[in-house]
Nanobody, 127 residues
Framework: QVQLVESGGGSVRAGSSLTLSCVVS????????VGWFRQAPGKEREFVAA????????KYVDSVEGRFTITREDPENTVYLQMYALKPEDTAVYYC????????????????????WGRGTQVTVSS
């Protein structure tokens, strides 16, 4: 079966950095795009960043543009989310998700597009 496992979360002070990892198994990883989403208490799950199957195209929500970078390393079956200059409003559970359509020619941002999800990793940023 398809599995996604996130890691790298933690508690940090504002201005610090973290790198999240998402390891995917059970699918030909190089053919599928991956998205990162986050959910804070009392809020809906929101799009953060995504990368297409080839790694050539990425997309970010405005609030993290210039601070977060999404990359993929296909030999490792892993997608990374590098987060810099973290803010308290970045506090949330971060989830990675796999696109069900192989070689999609776009970078979707809707959670409804993605089919498989990890259990999440907590990121807490204090002032």
């Amino acid at each position: 079966q398809v599995q996604l496992v996130e890691s790298g979360g933690g508690s940090v002070r504002a201005g610090s950095s973290l790198t999240l990892s998402c390891v995917v198994s059970g699918r030909t990883f190089r053919l599928y795009g991956v998205g990162w989403f986050r959910q804070a208490p009392g809020k809906e799950r929101e799009f953060v960043a995504a990368i297409d199957f080839s790694g050539a195209y990425t997309k970010y929500v405005d609030s993290v543009e210039g601070r977060f970078t999404i990359t993929r390393e296909d030999p490792e079956n892993t997608v990374y989310l590098q987060m810099y200059a973290l803010k308290p409003e970045d506090t949330a559970v971060y989830y990675c998700a796999l696109d069900p359509l192989a070689a999609r020619a776009e970078v979707p941002t809707s959670p409804a597009v993605y089919d498989y999800w990890g259990r999440g990793t907590q990121v807490t940023v204090s002032s």
